[in-house]
């Protein structure tokens, strides 16, 4: 079987996180062009997380680039700024608390997964990122990322 060349990346995981923090500019292949700072780089299936500004102005959104969508991106500003990023308001314990209890409850519906650093991973599929919530599901794959989003929407608030 022969691997997908990868002409973005090299298929380098330092290169992809240098990235993180840097102004870029990224062209899709459908000929389209979306500006923007990498917050996240999936190492695995090399998805792009860009932190945009809204075109109004007011508030910022994510865009998520999958790497087949990719045909160029270009490195706008070499300065890292990580100062427009959201900072998650919540302390580590409630972080570390919300883990440990998303763990339970996959276990609980019998999902297995495994630790990779801060994130949980579902079979190669899908990546849950800090702070461990329905929106911090990364995934190529639409319906394994509305299955587990729906199966972590069910789970009940006082479940321990």
């Given amino acids: 079987m022969e691997t997908e060349e990868d002409s973005i990346f090299n298929n380098d995981p330092i290169y992809m996180k240098s990235l993180i923090g840097k102004k870029i500019k990224i062209k899709t ?17 090399k998805t792009v997380v860009l932190f945009c500004k809204l075109v109004n102005g007011n508030g910022r959104e994510y865009s998520l680039f999958p790497h087949h969508a990719i045909e160029s991106l270009e490195i706008l500003s070499n300065d890292v700024n990580l100062s427009g990023f959201p900072t998650n308001e919540e302390s580590l314990e409630n972080c570390v608390e919300k883990k440990e209890k998303l763990k339970r409850w996959l276990r609980h519906m019998f999902i297995n997964f495994a630790e990779s650093g801060d994130n949980i991973k579902i079979d190669d599929h899908l990546v849950i990122v800090p702070p461990y919530g329905i929106d911090n599901c990364i995934c190529n794959n639409m319906i394994v990322l509305d299955k587990i989003q729906k199966i972590i929407s069910l789970m009940p608030s006082e479940f321990s």
């Fill in 29 to 45: 292949v459908e000929e389209t062009y979306q500006e923007g700072i990498v917050y996240v780089i999936d190492p695995i299936f």
